[in-house]
């Protein structure tokens, strides 16, 4: 995992975490084993230490191919979110789900991700070009 931190002024930094290679497939990982099982989660597990972040997304999560690891790993970055209270992230509805209309793709999140008072750390939103 490679956390880079770039000055974008004397006061802000962009933190981008690596999480994979181009060209390879997205993975989830497990931020419980992050040498021999790097991937998304281990990513945001390892911003959680830091407190400059304010803002966390992960737009090739669409790509992961296990809807479980899609969801949960959203379940993380919000739960982190609330628990450090400094920091917010924004969603993709996943859409490339074959034979499914938009509005199941949207019961689809909201079944998996829960309505619970949480949700206000993170922003919900569309992602169309991974049709």
Not at 54 to 64: C, E, G, N, S, Y
Not at 105 to 113: E, L, W
Request: aromatic share 10%; with cysteine; charged share 25%.
């Amino acid at each position: 995992m490679i956390l880079y931190a770039s000055s974008l002024t004397m006061e802000e930094q962009c933190y981008v975490v690596s999480a994979g290679f181009y060209g390879q497939d997205v993975e989830a990982g497990d931020e419980t084993d992050p040498t021999n099982a790097p991937g998304l989660r281990v990513g945001v597990k390892a911003l959680e230490i830091y407190d400059e972040p304010t803002l966390i997304l992960f737009p090739d999560a669409v790509m992961l191919s296990d809807a479980t690891d899609y969801y949960s790993l959203q379940q993380m970055a919000i739960e982190q979110c609330a628990k450090l209270q400094d920091r917010f992230c924004v969603l993709d509805i996943k859409e490339n789900i074959s034979n499914t209309t938009w509005e199941d793709c949207v019961k689809s999140f909201r079944d998996n991700i829960g309505i619970n008072s949480k949700l206000r750390f993170s922003l919900h939103h569309r992602i169309s070009q991974y049709l």
